[in-house]
């Protein structure tokens, strides 16, 4: 992880060249996030069992559902369809200094 000034009050506030890279690891990670919160809803909503035979299932079919899932959460998360991210990066933003116009 990189690490920045902190802009601490009377300190010149950063530039948007300095604070660009904080925008982007915040971006970055609230999609991160988002994935993460997608594939444990995922793996909730697949682990209950409405009592059916599952014929052809199997640890290998569990290990490319997990992996298929995983996917799916990165590029909706990515793609800001659900827009979690979006708003947890709005919220975080406010922490962020201010860069200069």
Known sequence: MTSYPINMVG???????????????????AQQFEA???????????STDFGGNDLFGGESDDTFREMRDARFAEVT???????????IEKQLARFLPQGND
């Open 77 to 87: 998360a990515q793609s800001g369809q659900l827009g979690f991210a979006t708003a």
């Open 36 to 46: 993460v919160l997608l594939r444990q809803m995922l793996a909730s909503a697949r």
């Open 11 to 29: 300190a010149k506030p950063l530039s948007d060249r300095e604070a660009a890279p904080l925008r982007k690891e915040l971006r970055e990670a």
